[in-house]
Every structure is written in C-alpha cells, then in structure tokens.
C-alpha cells in the first residue's frame, strides 16, 4: 500500500510546465549603460556578463544587449544590460524606444579622461529629457582605474558630484583582473537595489505589455514629468 504521507511525494522534479512558469515570471531589470565613448561602457558590461575583458572592441553603435541572471537573497533575478553608443553619429539609431522602462542606470566615466567625467551632466540631462524617472537606481562609475600614472579624476572631485546627485560612486578596472570580483560587485549592489525597490510596475509585465500599453504608460508620464523636465 502506497503511503501518502511518504515525503517523496513531495520530492518529485518540477514539470517542465512549472519550470517554464517560473522562468516566465523572472523579474527582468532594465539597466541602460551611458557614457562617453571610449570610457569602457562595452568592457565592463562583458566583464560582468561573460567574466572576461574582451580581447578587443569596437564602438558600439545604437545599443548592444547583454544579459545575466543573479541570485539575489534565494531569488533569480535577470539582468539585461543595455550598453549604448557613445558616440553621437551612432546614438542617432538610438530611438525613444530603448529608454521605454528603464530600471536602473550607470553612468560611466574614465578616471583618465578629465573631459569624460566633465560630460557627465550632459549625460544625466539626456536621461532626464527622455523623461527616465529620478527615482530610479542611478550609480556612477569611474572606470580605468588600472591606469595609475595617468589619472586625471580626483577621487574627491567625484565623490562630491555623486553626492550632489545622490548616487554611489565606485571607482574600478574592467582590464584589471584583480577588479573583476569589484566590478561584478558594482552591479550585484544595483540588483539588490532593484530587488528591494518598490516596483513602480512589475518587471515581468514590463517585458509582456504590448507596445500599445507601453506608450501609454510613456505618454502619461511624460505628461507628468513634462513640468519637471529638465533645462540644460
Ligand atoms: N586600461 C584600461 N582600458 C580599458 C578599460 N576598459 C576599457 N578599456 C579600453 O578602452 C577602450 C574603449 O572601450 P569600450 O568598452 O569599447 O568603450 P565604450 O565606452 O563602450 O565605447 P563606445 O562603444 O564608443 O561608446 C578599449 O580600447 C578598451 O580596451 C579599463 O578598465 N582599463
């Protein structure tokens, strides 16, 4: 006679059903990647996502995708990172649509170049006038720091402006190996930001709405923000 009770019953693998629910249901976060070019945006997003620096690059044009899955505190949480152009002439294939939803932002600058960190209001307007909420996570990140002999970013100066901003500042290498544990870090500290954040939607319905709810959602909150917007 078969016993109920047996706590195998209980041990029996998910159905394939059950496990492509879950997957289905994994909070998806946004994050978009913003900088001038040549600061690194490319090298730290694939450290992060492929655990290596990459044996070359190129200027990215529009936006490249890369994505990991995290586990935050027992929940496995995907991280899509959207490492865009910095470059002007190849930010103009960059459409509204890649700011739709956006859960968090690093802004990128390059301890070794003065003008890149200098830029960084600029950047910040941008994200402001495309109506990108400034509720949500923002970091900054000085990137290079494996260049000892030519950085030209105090440490304070850097510090003071994302204390005005009221964002984090991490300093760190995508090239030093020795960084890699810090870079992978920097991003885990936004997950956890965005596991604990109070959703302002769901992140799984973000990546299921049509493209007819989302603009919905878009224009209603550009005509909430429209009187916050920005005036550089
Ligand atoms: N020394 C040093 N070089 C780096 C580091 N990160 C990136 N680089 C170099 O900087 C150059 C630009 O890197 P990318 O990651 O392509 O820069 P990007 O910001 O994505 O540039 P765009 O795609 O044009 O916006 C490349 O030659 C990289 O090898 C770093 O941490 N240290």
Same mark, same amino acid.
């Given at each position: 006679?078969?016993?109920?009770?047996?706590?195998?019953?209980?041990?029996?693998?998910?159905?394939?059903?059950?496990?492509?629910?879950? $997957?289905? $249901?994994?909070?998806?976060?946004? +994050?978009?990647?913003?900088?001038?070019?040549?600061?690194?945006?490319?090298?730290?997003?694939?450290? &992060?996502?492929?655990?290596?620096?990459?044996?070359?690059?190129?200027?990215?044009?529009?936006?490249?995708? =890369?994505?990991?899955?995290?586990?935050?505190?027992?929940?496995?949480? !995907?991280?899509?990172? #959207?490492?865009?152009?910095?470059?002007?002439? &190849? =930010?103009?294939? @960059?459409?509204?649509?890649?700011?739709? /939803?956006?859960?968090? +932002?690093?802004?990128?600058?390059?301890?070794?170049? @003065?003008?890149?960190?200098?830029?960084?209001?600029? #950047? +910040?307007?941008?994200?402001?006038?495309?109506? %990108?909420? =400034?509720?949500?996570?923002? +970091?900054?990140?000085? /990137?290079?720091?494996?260049?000892?002999?030519?950085?030209?970013?105090?440490?304070?100066?850097?510090?003071?402006?994302?204390?005005?901003?009221?964002?984090?500042? &991490?300093?760190?290498?995508? !090239?030093?190996?020795?960084?890699?544990?810090?870079?992978?870090?920097?991003?885990?500290?936004?997950?956890?930001?965005?596991?604990?954040?109070?959703? @302002? @939607?769901?992140?799984?319905?973000?990546? $299921? %709405?049509?493209?007819?709810?989302?603009?919905?959602?878009?224009?209603?909150?550009?005509?909430?923000?429209? /009187?916050?917007?920005?005036?550089?």
């Amino acid at each position: 006679m078969s016993d109920l009770n047996n706590t195998d019953l209980h041990e029996e693998p998910e159905s394939s059903v059950t496990v492509i629910e879950k $997957q289905a $249901q994994r909070r998806i976060f946004k +994050i978009i990647v913003i900088g001038d070019s040549n600061v690194g945006k490319t090298c730290l997003t694939y450290r &992060f996502c492929s655990s290596k620096f990459p044996d070359k690059t190129e200027a990215t044009i529009g936006v490249d995708f =890369r994505e990991k899955t995290v586990n935050v505190e027992g929940e496995q949480i !995907k991280l899509q990172l #959207w490492d865009t152009a910095g470059q002007e002439r &190849f =930010r103009k294939s @960059m459409v509204q649509h890649y700011y739709r /939803n956006v859960h968090a +932002i690093v802004f990128v600058y390059d301890v070794t170049k @003065m003008s890149s960190f200098e830029n960084m209001p600029g #950047w +910040i307007c941008e994200c402001d006038q495309h109506n %990108l909420n =400034r509720d949500i996570p923002r +970091i900054l990140v000085g /990137n290079k720091c494996d260049e000892k002999e030519k950085i030209a970013v105090n440490t304070n100066l850097a510090q003071k402006f994302a204390d005005s901003y009221n964002m984090p500042l &991490f300093e760190t290498s995508a !090239k030093d190996d020795e960084k890699a544990n810090h870079v992978d870090a920097i991003f885990m500290t936004l997950a956890h930001k965005l596991k604990n954040a109070k959703p @302002m @939607m769901p992140p799984y319905l973000t990546v $299921q %709405l049509g493209d007819n709810a989302q603009r919905r959602g878009l224009e209603r909150a550009s005509t909430e923000e429209r /009187n916050d917007s920005c005036s550089c």
